[in-house]
């Protein structure tokens, strides 16, 4: 066993690598593809430069392709559910959220309200949480260029029939909803239809990797939770992450004290 879980660490390790040197080898690759692709038309009296340049795109759009694989299998090892207070997990990154999204974007994070049942603890991997948290915050700065409002929300979720969208389905259940809500440019159909693609970017070459919502999408998937979407072409878009209830939070119903809860996992 002793060994077996030492395998694990080392997948997982090897997995959280491949994933994060894929994402910036892809950026970087991103780079050299728009140059590339720039070039190419300003060579056409010289057709053996051309060539050569059209060769290099070719290699580069290839190398392209094995880091979306690469990804694809990153996200596959990756993922360790615990149960992980969701509402703490948005406040305890305020600040990073802030200093992500700069002056002009105020941020409002609602709590819910003091009477009403205390939230349930998610079954999620931590840090993919967070990370998904901050890929949305990131999205929707890059929708308020010129500033507006961020809300996050999270609340109890309770869905009485089994639900399906955006290729995901869950039966019916508890789920904890975290919502991000900006009043940013939002989407026409036809980018919120292509929005989880990997590498589906409406950004200028360098700023966007298209693979924000493509990460978002694996992990809520895998998590066995959902994603809605409701997006207004300039009234701005919201973004509702549903993710799935801890089982022993389920049994144990609501805990009077929390206190240590956690550890005992
Ligand atoms: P990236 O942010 O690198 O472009 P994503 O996968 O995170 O990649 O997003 C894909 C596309 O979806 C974005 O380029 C943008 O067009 C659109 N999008 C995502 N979030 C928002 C949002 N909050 N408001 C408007 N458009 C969005």
């Known amino acids: 066993a002793q060994q077996q879980l030492a395998h694990a660490q080392k997948m997982e390790m090897v997995g959280r690598l491949t994933g994060g040197i894929a994402h910036d080898f892809n950026n970087m690759l991103m780079v050299v593809i728009g140059s590339l692709e720039r070039l190419v038309p300003g060579l056409a009296d ?4 051309a060539r050569r340049a059209e060769m290099a795109l070719q290699a580069a759009l290839r190398c392209s392709d094995m ?3 690469l990804l694809t ?3 596959r090892q990756q993922l360790h559910p615990e149960p992980v207070d969701l509402g703490a997990l948005v406040t305890g990154m305020g600040e990073l959220m802030e200093r992500t999204l700069g002056g002009g974007v105020a941020i409002a994070i609602e709590a ?3 009477d009403a049942e205390p939230l349930w603890t998610a079954s999620v991997d931590r840090s993919q949480a967070e990370s998904a948290l901050l890929n949305l915050v990131i999205n929707a700065r890059d929708a308020m260029p010129g500033g507006g409002t961020l809300c996050i929300r999270t609340v109890n979720t309770r869905f009485e ?7 995901m389905s869950v039966p019916a259940g508890d789920y904890i909803l975290l919502s991000v809500s900006d009043s940013g440019c939002g989407m026409p ?8 693609e990997p590498f589906f970017t409406t950004k200028e070459t360098g700023k966007g990797t298209g693979l924000g919502l493509a990460m978002i999408h694996g992990f809520v998937k895998q998590s066995g939770g959902l994603i809605g979407i409701d997006s207004t072409p300039g009234a701005g878009t919201t973004f509702r992450l549903y ?5 022993m939070d389920a049994l144990q119903g609501p805990a009077p004290d929390d206190d240590g ?3 005992a996992f």
């Open 161 to 167: 029939e089994p639900q399906t969208a955006h290729g």
């Open 243 to 247: 993710l799935p209830r801890a089982a």
């Open 67 to 69: 880091t979306r694989r």
């Open 112 to 114: 819910p309200p003091a």
């Open 261 to 263: 809860a956690d550890e």
């Open 189 to 196: 159909p036809d980018v919120l239809e292509r929005a989880f």
């Open 46 to 49: 010289d057709p053996k430069a």
């Open 73 to 75: 299998f990153a996200r």
